[in-house]
T-cell receptor
């Protein structure tokens, strides 16, 4: 079963409003989570690294005031798209690393499709 | 610079035929290599991964991949494709020390014709 849960799966919002997306690790603690964005017919691009207990680290070109990230606990990170515009419409997906034998594996949430109208 | 190249945007194969999806990477350190599959509207599912050891790795759903350091390649293969394999496939590379700050290829869309 899923080890990373993302909610909601899809959301439609009006321009100018804010939308919060949650990413939860279900049976393990994740001090770090990653947020990716996927434009239509393109690959996933890393937006930011969410760090529990400290500020998120944003990739170059990602507006930190537009995409607010809060790592509230060891199992929850949230991405808030503030003052959303149609160009923010995209597929957002989170991942959380979980330690396994001799390695660390990324587990992905099911993604959130955001449509801004 | 870190990058992953998947040269084939679309591939169409007949059901029962063999499949190979190409992936080349450029990475400064020892790479962790992954193949993920994404069905429409779904998240990513890990097919297989390579960190070290045997360069031919087996994954779920009958997939395998071979790591070739000399060619900086990590091609995905399946001997006999099923209609349910139609999806988009992503190759990704990440750093050992961080584990998961992944760089993805652009993806290859697989179509299966009956």
């Amino acid at each position: 079963g899923a080890v990373v849960s993302q909610h909601p799966s899809w959301v439609i919002c009006k321009s100018g409003t804010s939308v919060k997306i949650e990413c939860r690790s279900l049976d393990f603690q994740a001090t770090t989570m990653f947020w990716y964005r996927q434009f239509p017919k393109q690959s996933l691009m890393l937006m930011a690294t969410s760090n529990e207990g400290s500020k998120a680290t944003y990739e170059q070109g990602v507006e930190k005031d537009k995409f607010l990230i809060n790592h509230a606990s060891l199992t929850l990170s949230t991405l808030t798209v503030t003052s959303a515009h149609p160009e923010d419409s995209s597929f957002y997906i989170c991942s959380a690393p979980r330690a396994a034998h001799k390695s660390t594996e990324a587990f992905f949430g099911q993604g959130t499709r955001l449509t801004v109208v | 610079a870190q990058s992953v190249t998947q040269p084939d945007i679309h591939i169409t194969v007949s059901e029962g035929a063999s499949l190979e999806l190409r992936c080349n990477y450029s990475y400064g350190a020892t790479p962790y290599l992954f193949w993920y599959v994404q069905s429409p509207g779904q998240g990513l599912q890990l097919l297989l991964k390579y960190f070290s050891g045997d360069t031919l790795v087996q994954g779920i759903k009958g997939f395998e991949a071979e790591f070739k350091r000399s060619q900086s390649s990590f091609n995905l293969r399946k001997p006999s494709v099923h209609w349910s394999d139609a999806a988009e496939y992503f190759c990704a590379v990440g750093p050992m020390e961080y584990g998961n700050k992944l760089v993805f290829g652009a993806g290859t869309i697989l179509r299966v014709k009956s």
